[in-house]
């Protein structure tokens, strides 16, 4: 409808501001390039240059990176290189992430002026098979009868872009094109086709646009339209809000293409970026069939050492919900009125805000600190209730220089989401897509940790091992009015526990060559299905061919 285009303008208006301002100090002028998808190696390359003090400037609470912002922050990395000196303890191991990124954006560095390391092709072809296989259900996610989601959860597959893999033997092939189209304008297509044999016999295909998006680029705003994903927060997988658990959302975008210093007082906030969408959640597992996901997103760096972000997302509108007036849904979509509003709610709709932040110390062996807070209410009457029971946590550490060459990098997260996260009663389908959840697949009512050792082999292979456990709960709850309202358990039922590690090796693949992903993972679970003696051996296989055309 016409005033949905008119609500997202005025978001954008007031939610990026200063878009059309480069940073402060820029020489190059941008010009516009497709998104990367979001688990593309180039991200992790990214992080481990930034731990290590290579870029100065870097906002990893909002991806995935362009290819223009991605091939920016390795020049940085270039430069930054060039000013460590050969004698460096982990300068070769530099030289060859730097090599691999060097490689994979040949054509944005080529527009940088900096020298590529190859001839390349304006037009980017890639070629994804693979194969998988697992012995690992999937179950719904209960009611807690304080709201209801029509999730379905499988940790074990979980945070691959939403590909859809069976209980049993999955093979698919992803193409991926794409490229620009002069200086404003650039695209990608991304179809998958899939051919499926499930454990309970017979077989399903299916063919569908795994993603593609169109970007214009008009001064430093990114204009964004089509099936694209967006991933928020500090973690590797992404946020609470929004990770790479869901596939491409049907969107409109609206987004900062270089990070902006603000004017006047503001600028000691530092380099900053912006995002403001509008999606189309579409039909499977949806109260209300195409009801919108509204999101706006602000990252700051107040110092190359510190990022700090702040997000909102509301959940609202589809055919037959409740209806708003323009002023209303403008009003719902702002946040900013909840903070003095605890006792009503503006509209009908389902809520999620979010702050986190990380703290960089590249001398202290890549030491990298980070934390996140998504509170599904706002109700500062009940703060400890409101933080913990209806709010959700990620905290992490990680050290990107385990070793003094930088070969091994070390990963540790701790998880807990609350009573009501990605659950609600009027979008009783709860934030998903797809039945996916957007964010963390602990879903509602858990708590979890999980550790990663990441090895660089050499500049082609590496390897990383995973452990995670995690508990689920299911209990029953009753909301009890009063001033503050609380939450009153009414029964107890069986934790659902889980056991989990998984071994990765890739081999990346150079232009013109091909790749190779083998993974494989187990999963002890106890009390399935929140059964009392129910377990679960479950197991998963994978192999990835990838191919990049020159």
């Given at each position: 409808m016409p005033y949905r285009a008119l609500v997202l303008l005025l978001a954008g208006a007031l939610a990026c501001p200063c878009v059309l301002a480069a940073q402060e100090g820029a020489q190059e002028s941008a010009k516009a390039s497709e998104h990367l998808q979001p688990l593309d190696p180039v991200h992790r390359d990214l992080d481990r240059l930034a731990a290590w003090g290579l870029i100065d400037t870097i906002l990893v609470g909002q991806r995935p990176y362009s290819r223009a912002q991605a091939a920016r922050m390795t020049a940085q990395a270039l430069r930054g290189r060039a000013a460590l000196g050969a004698d460096a303890p982990y300068a070769r191991t530099a030289d060859d992430v730097l090599a691999r990124l060097s490689d994979r954006l040949a054509p944005e560095l080529d527009a940088l002026g900096v020298a590529p390391t190859r001839p390349f092709?304006?037009?980017?072809?890639?070629?994804?098979?693979?194969?998988?296989w697992t012995d690992s259900p999937t179950r719904d996610v209960p009611s807690n009868q304080l709201g209801s989601s029509m999730a379905r959860i499988n940790p074990l597959l979980a945070y691959d872009e939403g590909r859809g893999v069976v209980d049993g033997t999955t093979t698919a092939l992803e193409v991926e094109v794409g490229g620009a189209l002069g200086s404003h304008l650039a695209g990608t297509l991304r179809p998958r086709a899939q051919l499926a044999w499930p454990r309970s016999g017979g077989s399903d295909a299916t063919l569908e646009l795994a993603s593609g998006h169109a970007r214009v680029l008009l001064g430093n705003l990114g204009v964004t339209v089509g099936r694209d994903h967006v991933v928020w927060g500090q973690g590797p997988r992404g946020g609470l809000a929004l990770s790479t658990n869901p596939g491409a959302l049907l969107l409109a975008s609206l987004a900062t293409e270089r990070p902006v210093v603000l004017p006047g007082p503001l600028r000691h906030l530092g380099p900053s970026t912006y995002q403001v969408f509008l999606a189309d959640l579409g039909t499977e597992g949806q109260a209300f069939d195409h009801?919108?996901?509204?999101?706006?997103?602000?990252?700051?760096?107040?110092?190359?050492?510190?990022?700090?972000?702040?997000?909102?997302?509301?959940?609202?509108?589809?055919?037959?919900?409740?209806?708003?007036?323009?002023?209303?849904?403008i009003l719902d979509y702002l946040f900013f009125p909840d903070l003095f509003s605890s006792d009503r709610e503006l509209i009908s709709s389902n809520k999620v805000a979010g702050l986190d932040a990380r703290v960089r110390v590249p001398e202290a062996r890549g030491l990298e600190l980070w934390v996140e807070l998504a509170l599904d209410d706002v109700d500062i009457d009940r703060f400890k209730s409101m933080i913990w029971e209806d709010g959700s946590w990620n905290v992490g550490v990680g050290l990107a220089r385990l070793d003094a060459a930088g070969r091994l990098g070390l990963r540790l997260e701790a998880h807990h989401t609350g009573l009501r996260m990605y659950e609600h009663f009027d979008f009783s389908g709860g934030l998903t897509l797809e039945r996916r959840l957007l964010g963390s697949e602990l879903g509602p009512h858990a708590n979890g940790a999980s550790l990663a050792l990441d090895w660089e082999l050499d500049g082609r292979n590496a390897l990383t091992l995973e452990g995670s456990v995690e508990k689920r709960g299911s209990d029953p709850y009753v909301l009890v009015a009063g001033t503050p309202y609380y939450f009153a358990r009414l029964g107890i039922r069986p934790k659902e526990t889980r056991w989990r590690t998984r071994a990765t090796w890739e081999r990346f693949a150079a232009a013109g060559g091909v790749g190779l992903r083998v993974e494989g993972g187990y999963e002890r679970v106890a009390n399935f299905d929140f059964v009392d003696g129910g377990a679960l051996h479950n197991l998963m296989m994978r192999a990835v061919i990838v191919a990049r055309l020159p």
């Open positions: 092709s304006p037009l980017r072809r890639e070629a994804r098979l693979e194969a998988t009801s919108q996901l509204f999101g706006w997103r602000l990252s700051f760096l107040p110092s190359r050492r510190v990022e700090v972000g702040a997000e909102f997302l509301v959940q609202s509108g589809g055919d037959g919900s409740p209806e708003a007036t323009l002023r209303e849904r």
